[in-house]
């Protein structure tokens, strides 16, 4: 896995998107949500020299702990928590699709148990939970990688669209009440941008 390569497409896809996460943030969020996501990219980029000389499964631990230490808010643990434990389920370095996937979904598990939520709560769990049992069950079916790529892109940007219509009932945006509906959540959005740059890629390729 090209996981410094990624990154750099998911860094350049996030400052594309500045001005839209932004806006969702200041609307229904705590105003922090992109500059912290920049402080997380800034610290892995750091670490570049260090990282190209290490095992996939040591890459993913790393970033993990960089995160954890260097990302405040809410989403830096969470994140940090996402490269944690997609290093303790990736160990070589050309993995299966199917492998990914199941890293992905546990992953995406450990997110949910480490923030205590769930979907249908407006936040970015309303994008990886779906995207993640899609992602399973297609990596399964007998499509292309670049078929793959291109679905579960679409099913990412419609998750995060969904979070429109989505009360909040936990976060910065919960005690908003109505006043949150019309709004993408900048989490979700922030997530669906970073799997619409891997997917993206992938589909060029």
């Known amino acids: 896995m090209e996981i410094l390569k990624y990154i750099a497409l998911i860094d350049q896809a996030i ?6 996460i ?3 943030d200041r609307a229904i969020g705590d105003g922090d949500h992109f500059i912290n996501l920049k402080r997380g990219i800034t610290a892995i980029h750091s670490m570049t020299d260090q990282l190209s ?27 940090a928590t996402f490269f944690l434990e997609m290093g303790k389920h990736i160990t070589d370095s050309k993995p299966s699709l199917k492998i990914i996937a199941e890293a992905f979904s546990k992953a995406v598990d450990g997110i949910k148990q480490r923030g205590k939520s769930d979907v249908g709560q407006k936040t970015m769990l ?7 049992a899609k992602f399973e069950e297609l990596a399964s079916s007998n499509m292309s990688t ?24 936990k976060g910065r945006s919960s005690g908003l009440g109505e006043r949150a ?3 993408m959540d900048p989490g979700a959005k ?16």
């Open 15 to 20: 400052n594309e998107n500045e001005s839209e």
């Open 22 to 24: 932004e806006g969702l």
């Open 53 to 79: 000389t290490m095992t996939v499964n040591e890459q993913f631990k790393m970033i993990g702990m960089k995160v954890l230490s260097t990302v405040g808010g809410a989403s830096g643990p969470l994140f």
């Open 126 to 132: 309303d994008v990886l939970i779906p995207v993640a």
């Open 146 to 169: 670049q078929e793959i790529a291109s679905d579960v892109n679409q099913f990412a940007i419609d998750c995060a669209h969904n979070t429109k219509d989505m009360l909040p009932t």
């Open 181 to 183: 509906l019309g709004h």
């Open 190 to 205: 922030s997530c669906q941008v970073m799997i619409s740059a891997v997917c993206q890629h992938i589909q060029g390729e």
